[in-house]
């Protein structure tokens, strides 16, 4: 009986904590404010009105072009009624990247985020009848877009993508005549720029950039960065699918250096590897087999080092034995300029008038300090140790190539089969300094001698192949 008691007397004790606690509970609640708005209602800086998103929680103030914004003045800002927050008139903001202002009413808070966005004007790409894409100029706002020599220039229909909240005239769609070059006009607030877009038919081209793509425009961003360079740098040149090549749909007989620039991001390594990831490539191999066979040259670079094989320029029919690669979007940053070596080949046309270090003759630098790179690489490593090849006369005996530069551990990173009285030149470059594209901008020093041994190779092979 007495520890029934003791039993009931504890249920009692724990029912009144209970109650006690539901009671402090509510009555903690009952005194809190969370009825408050926290809205910022509007925003001036420098005299520039935001314009609030209520959904996104953004203000988002419209600057002219190249204003600066890294000291910008709060010159007005309203909250909603009872609201405060960690920002007042007259305070500075760096806006070069987003602004996050604390708002809050009572015991009720909002985060919102200043964005500064600059008036721009510009056109991000053009494309003629949804095949030719225009090589934009940004320097000069010029475009140039290549067509063949049976288009009618007259009636051609532009398809432009140009900055957000900007207009352009003429019109994105509408059939247009560019026989003569014509001026299109972008606006955006304060930002204005005139492109000059001029149309060249190209019946017989000198050069060809080939890809796996159907069209430039949907090659991957380091592929298009080489072929726009070409377009805007080689004279007569064109773009054209493996597909073509394979239809004859562009004629060849005039063409004096096919280049193909190969990307994949993660890196193709072995035939098999290469030959699995580009079929295209080898659909067109007869065709480009006998180009070559009747004088034309090739520039191969990055994995495209890999087609001499499939047409017949390699004396074992062998492939670059090391090979490797990163991922665009997650390429890695240089922290120092990188280079290979061309020791005993200075003198040879692909390495003339580059930006070289006064005190490295035999190094030929070609990314700087900041640059993204994935370090695509296709080399021949040299030594017993892999399997491959004893040494560089060994390489050369087998191969038949000629080795023109070495990358840090000695690995042919740049070679040659020679052009003959009868068959083309071609050049091969497979560094993994050889690099078109960075995700970050970066000011260019070494990295013109990209440019720079591309049109010294351009020039090489047409000076010496038979085809002339």
């Known amino acids: 009986m007495v520890i029934m008691k003791k039993k009931i007397s504890s249920l009692i004790l724990f029912v009144f904590a209970v109650l006690a606690l539901a009671s402090c509970s509510e009555s903690q609640v009952s005194d809190l404010m969370l009825s408050g708005d926290c809205s910022v209602t509007s925003l001036t800086l420098d005299n520039y009105d935001g314009t609030v998103d209520l959904a996104t929680r953004t203000i988002t103030v419209r600057v002219p072009e190249t204003y600066a914004a890294d000291n910008m003045a709060v010159t007005a800002i309203t909250l909603s009624e009872g609201a405060q927050c960690d920002l007042k008139t007259g305070d500075r903001l760096n806006l070069t990247s987003p602004q996050v202002v604390h708002v809050t009413n009572g015991d009720v808070y909002l985060n919102w985020t200043i964005v500064v966005k600059h008036d721009e004007a510009k056109i991000k790409s053009f494309i003629i009848n949804g095949t030719y894409t225009g090589v934009i100029n940004e320097t000069n706002h010029t475009i140039s877009v290549f067509v063949p020599e049976d288009v009618d220039v007259t009636k051609l229909t532009p398809t432009i993508a140009i900055s957000d909240n900007a207009t352009v005239s003429p019109n994105s769609g509408v059939p247009t005549d560019f026989t003569h070059p014509v001026t299109f006009t972008v606006t955006n607030n304060t930002a204005k720029t005139d492109y000059v877009v001029t149309v060249t038919k190209i019946g017989k081209p000198t050069a060809v950039y080939v890809g796996l793509a159907a069209g430039m425009d949907q090659l991957n961003i380091e592929e298009q960065t080489a072929c726009k360079w070409m377009l805007a740098n080689i ?136 640059y993204r790179i994935t370090n695509s690489t296709a080399q021949w490593h040299i030594g017993s140790d892999w399997g491959g090849y004893a040494d560089y006369a060994t390489w050369r005996n087998e191969t038949g190539g000629q080795d023109l530069a070495y990358g840090g551990d000695g690995a042919i990173v740049a070679w040659e089969f020679p052009a003959t009285a009868t068959r083309g030149g071609i050049l091969c470059i497979g560094s993994g300094c050889y690099d078109w594209y960075s995700i970050d901008d970066v000011t260019e020093n070494y990295h013109k001698n990209i440019a720079s041994l591309t049109l010294n190779a351009f020039n090489y092979l047409m000076d010496n192949s038979p085809k002339k």
């Open 235 to 370: 004279p007569n040149s064109i773009y054209a699918s493996f597909a073509d090549i394979k239809n004859g749909t562009v004629d060849l007989s005039e063409c004096r250096v096919i280049w193909w620039h190969y990307h994949k991001d993660g890196g193709v390594d072995g035939k098999a590897a290469f030959e699995n990831s580009a079929p295209e490539a080898l659909s067109a191999s007869v065709q480009l087999r006998n180009y070559y066979n009747n004088g034309g040259a090739f520039l191969f670079t990055r994995f495209a080092t890999n087609m001499p094989a499939e047409i017949g320029a390699v004396k074992n029919d062998a492939v670059p034995n090391n090979c490797w690669g990163q991922a665009e979007a997650s390429a890695e940053t240089v922290n120092s300029p990188w280079s290979f070596f061309i020791q005993g080949h200075t003198t040879h046309p692909l390495f003339q008038n580059l930006v070289m270090k006064s005190d490295e003759p035999n190094a030929v630098y070609t990314v700087d300090k900041g």
